[in-house]
């Protein structure tokens, strides 16, 4: 099924047997240097062949994405890696055998074949090898690495559905295949595996008690939480403005009894001040709240649901025209690290501990 979209091809792709004529022409567009949005695990990505820098450099355009945040570079097999990354030390070897496909990127050192404008400039570069029947055909019929951030335009949320690319991208890329919704919701882990022990630069799918049981310890980026002035992030995409939601965002933290009551207070003050509020919870808090939208992201016994939802809720907000959202906040343990990691970032600031 094909749809034109502001100039953009929308290709339908079966999931599960991702072999149609559609995919051949999405390998196509990548050959020829052309931009392809295409679902993953964790979120939908923006792709581009990674050997060659102006097809890349095309990715920066389209997403409107600063010009030092670097790309991961997504692989079908592990022979590929060899192709963009010159050394891979055991441990990184240890974990590529443990969870890749998964979401989980690799910081390596790379060979000179990867270009500038993939890594801008760095000497490094991540790698992944994604578990999505979708994302693996269309690498696989490319027959090159694929640099992919995620499908939207910088700064808003990243896109789980293909439904959220359209919205941001119809019109700036090529090709989007859509193939359902993507199953983790947030990013992958990108772990720094040019030292040791490694560094972990943003929390994902893959959690730090998965990685440590594999490995032993992993160090925490000391700016992973953009909460560190003056601090220099060794993840350059870590500083920038992102996941924001239109609304500005308040992230309240605390003991869960503690959160409801200072969402309470906040929400009764700015409606009285005449402003629209949302609130974001879990499906546990929802009898706790009266505003003037709602919104359920998940429930806390079961965390992975929180990622699931976390950026598609967001995006909600945008068609409820809030004025403010007030968020609660979850636990760190697993992968509520990288919601948490998320949510601080949509918020950019604005948290309230309690
Ligand atoms: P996105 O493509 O939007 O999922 O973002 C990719 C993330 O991986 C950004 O936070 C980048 O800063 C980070 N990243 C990619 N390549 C490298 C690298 N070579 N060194 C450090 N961080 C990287
Ligand atoms: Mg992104």
Same mark, same amino acid.
């Given at each position: ?14 999931a599960?047997?991702?072999?149609g004529a ?15 949005a ?10 581009a ?28 097999d ?17 974990l ?8 989980l990127?690799?910081?390596?050192p790379k ?6 404008e993939?890594?801008? @400039? ?46 941001d ?10 193939? @359902?919704e993507t ?11 040019t ?15 998965q990685?440590?049981?594999e490995? @032993? ?8 939480? @953009?909460?560190?002035?003056g ?14 939601p ?9 003991p ?11 929400s ?7 402003r ?7 499906a ?11 919104l ?47 949510l601080?970032r ?9």
């Amino acid at each position: 099924m094909e749809n034109l979209v502001k100039g953009t091809k929308v290709l339908v792709v079966d999931a599960a047997h991702p072999d149609g004529a559609e995919l051949a022409e999405a390998a196509q567009v990548l050959r020829s240097g052309g931009l392809v949005a295409f679902p993953t695990e964790t979120v939908y990505g923006l792709g581009a062949n990674a050997l060659d820098g102006q097809a890349v450099a095309r990715i920066f355009a389209a997403k409107g994405r600063p010009q030092d945040n670097p790309l991961i570079v997504h692989v079908a097999d592990r022979e590929a890696v060899s192709q963009v990354a010159a050394v891979v030390p055991p441990k990184a070897q240890q974990l590529m055998e443990r969870f890749w496909p998964g979401p989980l990127t690799l910081v390596l050192p790379k060979t000179p074949e990867v270009p500038e404008e993939v890594t801008c @400039g760095l000497q490094s570069v991540g790698i992944r090898m994604p578990s999505h029947p979708v994302a693996r055909a269309l690498i696989r019929a490319a027959g090159v690495p694929v640099a992919a951030p995620s499908a939207n335009l910088s700064g808003r949320p990243s896109p789980t559905s293909a439904e959220h690319v359209i919205e941001d991208l119809a019109g700036r890329v090529d090709v989007i295949l859509d193939g @359902g919704e993507t199953g983790v919701g947030v990013e992958s882990t990108v772990l720094d595996m040019t030292v040791d022990p490694p560094v972990l630069l943003r929390p994902g799918g893959v959690t730090v008690e998965q990685l440590t049981a594999e490995i @032993g310890p992993v160090n925490l980026d000391k700016a992973m939480a @953009g909460a560190a002035p003056g601090e220099k992030p060794r993840s350059p995409g870590m500083k920038y403005k992102h996941y924001a939601p239109k609304a500005p965002l308040i992230l309240v933290d605390g003991p869960v009894l503690a959160m409801q009551a200072k969402i309470r207070d906040l929400s009764y003050e700015y409606r009285e001040e005449g402003r629209r509020v949302g609130i974001m919870c879990c499906a546990e808090s929802r009898g706790a709240y009266q505003a003037d939208v709602i919104l359920e992201y998940g429930s806390r016994a079961q965390p992975e649901t929180l990622a699931c939802d976390l950026f598609a809720t967001l995006r909600a907000f945008d068609r409820h025209q809030v004025d403010v959202i007030l968020a609660e906040g979850v636990s760190t343990a697993g992968i509520g690290l990288a919601v948490m990691n998320r949510l601080m970032r949509a918020a950019a600031g604005r948290v309230v501990h309690v």
